[in-house]
């Protein structure tokens, strides 16, 4: 853990092993942080959160800048250890990492355009000013899906804004947080103004939560937690930021370019072995498209090698563990018991002597599927991908708009006045127009309805770091 710019143990030396969900192997261990821990970094941030906000907007842009060049030196060492710890195939993970670097060079930029206002004053011996401040001490708690990205994606704009942070990573890929703090440290950061604290998420995480100093909250996880956490914030009146689950529609129009839309169901379901909180979880393809959807899809899907993502040529890695590997089993096994037919894949191994690793599934295509079936209300978060037929533009709006989260929905049609409509109409907060990969670092990315609060990325996303002070001058 870092805390206060040291590396420090847990009290007691208690760890935790970090494993390779493709073999099974130990990689390491990180401290086993707990209440005490979590109260040292809070304190540090604290303490140094008054300095870092007084510097010159320059200035943090310039430690920013530096974190953004190391982690393009560094971006091979970065991304083995997201191979080993996460799974995702390594051209993967060096993508990632390279997302990741861009929060920090896009903050770099953006720290310096955290402007302020003058507002016309109703009186004439009277002045408005508006000024843009750090909200202050930021906790941020990120998952396993993306380990660089998510630990980016918050603390660049934190820091821009001129917030101390403290970091909760996920416990199953602590090792990539780790390297980017010993970036974070080359690039000489003031000590306390970040701080990683890894080990129990619940008693990290209350700690946290419960602290009047800690000012924000953010969070990019699973629907369930994120609700805990929006409670938890209400006795200090925290400012939230949620990042939660997603059960993204994929609409393919008859008038749709079918390779363009094949491209994009499989890049938008399969990156990360389909864990990803946009990805694609609801295939809707109108009647007239269906056959010819399928017959492309299932050649498409011979191309996704399965295997360990160190391997050359691998595009499929593990799932992340037993749990997730099992959500995929019994979505397949509920939507066949109500009707669906397996038209691709279907099949899920176990290759690793280790009960929560190895587990591997192949892309599989389901055909006939309806509302009912578990797979079109929960998200999978696996390569599984269930079509359904669809009629009419109302009905699959409908049909799409029908649940409580809004994350990312996507579309394909050639038709320029479909494709305004239908975005307008979708009730998500991110939409691909023929595009199954919209993430970028200068967009805002975030939800409608239970799939959060606040947007990341772009301009947007330092607002989430900054309180609007009015001063009222009379002269
Ligand atoms: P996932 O299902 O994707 O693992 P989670 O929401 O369980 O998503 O986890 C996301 C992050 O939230 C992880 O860093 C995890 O350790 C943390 N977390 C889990 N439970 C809690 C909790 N009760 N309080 C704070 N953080 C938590």
Redesign the pocket.
Known sequence: MYINGEWIEAQGQKSLEVINPATGEVLGTVPKGGKVEAESAIQAAHDAFSGWASLTAASRAAYLKKAYDLMVDHQDEIAQIMTLEQGKPLAEAKGEVMYAASFMEWYAEEAKRIYGEMIPASKENKRIMVLRQPVGVTAA?????FPAAMVTRKLAPALAAGCTVIL?????TPLTAVKIFELLEMAGLPKGVVNLVTGS??E???T??EDPRVRKIT????T???K??IK?SADTVKRVSMELGGHAPLIVFDDADIEQAVEGAAASKLRNCGQVCIASNRFYVQEGILEAFVEKLKLRLRDYKIGNGMEEGVLIGPM?DRRGFEKVESHIRDAVEKGAQIAAGGQGYHRADHEDAGFFFEPTVLTGVKEHMAVMSEET?GPLIPIVAFKTEEEVLQAANDTPYGLAAYLFTQSLSRAFRVSEKLEYGIIGVNDGLPATAQAPFGGFKESGIGREGGHYGIDAFLETKYISIGI
Not at 168 to 172: E, N, R
């Open positions: 708690i990120t998952p396993w899906n909760k990573p996920a416990s199953q998420a619940g990290v995480g209350n946290l939560m969070f990019t996880g699973s369930e937690v994120g805990v956490l938890q992340i978060f």
